[in-house]
């Protein structure tokens, strides 16, 4: 059995890559290729481009991929989404695609765009929206450079925007946001029936939420005495209870937890002063709850 995978060309791609090594496995490709290796005889990938993925799925060419939900609801694919996977190029916020328009103009809600022009690569989800607004504008395809269109080419545009910067650097302002996008595990519906084909999906999925768990989070393991245990557990927090073990010197514990790696800082100098020693923070590759 084969299972035929298609991951994001462009600027989700090494994102991807990172998230299936820490999942288990590991992906080797060329400077120019769109045909990646991996090291799981059962897998053969191919990179398409997001905006391309939910046709080719729905069409069966691949039996499974990563795209956004974005390109699903813009292609209107009928295919099966199997779960949100909530990775991105940047961080791990959900892409937003937004009304903006240049900072020097009078328009201040959706409603001021009544008979103008808007410039995007979402088209479809874009007319949805302005009919739900009840606002008739002309939306017009953008091959790219959509941010430089204000005010001379269009005025206003949707873009997606994951911290906002180059909307700034463009000197553009946000008036709405049209839809909020995360990357979604999708399927074709007859090789989502296929019990081998299906099998293989569930454990790669597994892997890959189970890498995405662990993205934020590292590991903590310290040496503690009797006499300090309890001023050390009540700083911990942990995903349910630190693994507590005691040493073969009586009346000494080793302490171990799962805990966010933003309260780490903070947290280590805490933990030494209340008499935890050996203290070692170490990586997470995945986290299965």
């Not at 959706?110 to 808007?118: M, R, T, Y």
């Not at 545009?157 to 553009?172: C, D, P, Q, R, Y």
């Not at 934020?216 to 073990?245: E, Q």
Request: positive net charge.
């Amino acid at each position: 059995m084969k299972l035929k995978i298609a991951l994001p060309k462009g600027s989700l791609e090494q994102a991807t890559y990172q998230l299936f090594q820490k999942a288990g496995f590991n992906i080797v490709v060329g400077a120019r290729s769109y045909y990646p290796t991996v090291d799981d005889p059962e897998l053969e990938i191919v990179l398409y481009r997001p905006q391309e993925m939910p046709r080719y799925v729905e069409d069966g060419v691949v039996d499974c991929g990563l795209t956004g939900y974005d390109w699903v609801t813009e292609n209107e694919a009928d295919v099966e989404e199997i779960t949100e996977l909530k990775y991105s190029k940047a961080t791990s916020r959900p892409v937003r695609w937004v009304l903006a328009v240049h900072n020097d103009s009078k328009f201040r809600t959706v409603k001021d765009l009544q008979g103008k022009k808007i410039a995007t690569e979402l088209v479809n989800v874009t007319k949805r929206y302005l009919v739900i607004k009840k606002v008739k504008a002309e939306v017009e395809f953008s091959w790219g450079a959509t941010e430089v269109k204000p005010p001379r080419l269009a005025d206003a545009i949707v873009e997606a925007t994951e911290t906002g910067s180059s909307l700034k650097a463009n000197n553009l302002r946000v008036i709405d946001t049209v839809l909020t996008s995360t990357t979604r595990f999708i399927a074709n519906k007859k090789s989502f029936k296929d019990a081998a084909k299906r099998a293989k999906i569930d454990r790669m999925v597994l892997l890959l939420q189970g890498a995405i768990n662990a993205q934020d989070k590292v590991g903590l393991k310290m040496n503690v005495s009797k006499v300090n245990l309890n001023k050390v557990l009540k700083l911990l927090p942990a995903l349910k209870k630190p693994t507590i073990s005691s040493l073969s010197s009586d009346g000494w514990y080793d302490v171990d937890t799962i805990i966010d790696e933003k309260v780490v800082r903070e947290l280590i100098p805490d933990l030494r002063k209340s008499g935890a020693e050996g203290i070692i923070e170490y990586p997470l590759n995945k986290v299965i709850y």
